[in-house]
């Protein structure tokens, strides 16, 4: 039997993987089968189990591709020697931005993937932890160097930015036109001026 090369499994695993992903994206993660992913991947059902465990496997490889892409953009967005406002709008407009290019990823993890009965503990959920804790970085450097007030809920921040990302670009993630720039801008600017409108300053 002829060795099969690293290169060569690798390929054989990436074209599985993008499969997957086209196949979940049209599907579902419920109405698509190993045998559509491996039709999808010119490649026999059997083969698909020798990279993958399960569909499930193929799922959080899926997302765990998207999560990494997107995690690496967001560490050096975090890293810059900038202003807390401008990362913090950085990191924002990023990951709108990575919803509305990455859809399908996007909509499976939210409609499927943090839905499901085995989602607390799962591989996926210790890697959305990872992704949110970037953010959670910026906003306790932002307390260190006195730019965010220190007695600031952080549980409440996180879940304030992500929760409202969520929600404006679902419609997006589902054809929608969103304008990603003012969406990131108009977030910034509510997070930081608040709801109330402040007392006009009498002339000196």
Same mark, same amino acid.
């Given at each position: 039997?002829?060795?099969?090369?690293?290169?060569?499994?690798?390929?054989?695993?990436?074209?599985?993987?993008?499969?997957?992903?086209? *196949?979940?994206?049209?599907?579902?993660?419920?109405?698509?089968?190993?045998?559509?992913?491996?039709?999808? *991947?010119?490649?026999?059902?059997?083969?698909?189990?020798?990279?993958?465990?399960?569909?499930?496997?193929?799922?959080?490889?899926?997302?765990?591709?998207?999560?990494?892409?997107?995690?690496?953009?967001?560490?050096?967005?975090?890293?810059?020697?900038?202003?807390?406002?401008?990362?913090?709008?950085?990191?924002?407009?990023?990951?709108?931005?990575?919803?509305?290019?990455?859809?399908?990823?996007?909509?499976?993890?939210?409609?499927?993937?943090?839905?499901? *009965?085995?989602?607390?503990?799962?591989? #996926?959920?210790?890697?959305?932890?990872?992704?949110?804790?970037?953010?959670?970085?910026?906003?306790?450097?932002?307390?260190?160097?006195?730019? #965010?007030?220190?007695?600031?809920?952080?549980?409440? #921040?996180?879940?304030?930015?992500?929760?409202?990302?969520?929600?404006?670009?679902?419609?997006?993630?589902?054809?929608?036109?969103?304008?990603?720039?003012?969406?990131?801008?108009?977030? #910034?600017?509510?997070?930081?001026?608040?709801?109330?409108?402040?007392?006009?300053?009498?002339?000196?």
């Amino acid at each position: 039997m002829p060795v099969i090369s690293a290169q060569k499994m690798q390929d054989r695993r990436d074209s599985i993987l993008a499969a997957a992903r086209e *196949a979940f994206a049209k599907g579902g993660f419920e109405g698509t089968s190993i045998a559509d992913i491996a039709r999808a *991947a010119r490649v026999s059902d059997g083969l698909v189990y020798r990279y993958f465990a399960n569909k499930r496997d193929l799922l959080n490889a899926v997302l765990t591709e998207f999560y990494e892409r997107t995690m690496d953009d967001l560490d050096v967005i975090a890293g810059r020697d900038a202003s807390f406002e401008q990362r913090l709008h950085d990191i924002i407009h990023r990951h709108i931005e990575a919803f509305v290019r990455d859809a399908d990823a996007c909509r499976l993890f939210i409609s499927e993937v943090r839905t499901a *009965a085995d989602y607390q503990g799962s591989p #996926v959920q210790q890697l959305n932890r990872r992704y949110t804790s970037i953010l959670v970085r910026i906003i306790e450097s932002g307390i260190a160097s006195g730019e #965010v007030r220190p007695d600031i809920e952080m549980r409440l #921040v996180r879940d304030v930015i992500f929760g409202a990302i969520e929600h404006r670009t679902w419609a997006a993630v589902n054809g929608r036109p969103l304008d990603i720039d003012a969406t990131a801008k108009g977030l #910034v600017e509510l997070l930081r001026y608040g709801l109330m409108a402040r007392p006009k300053r009498s002339g000196r």
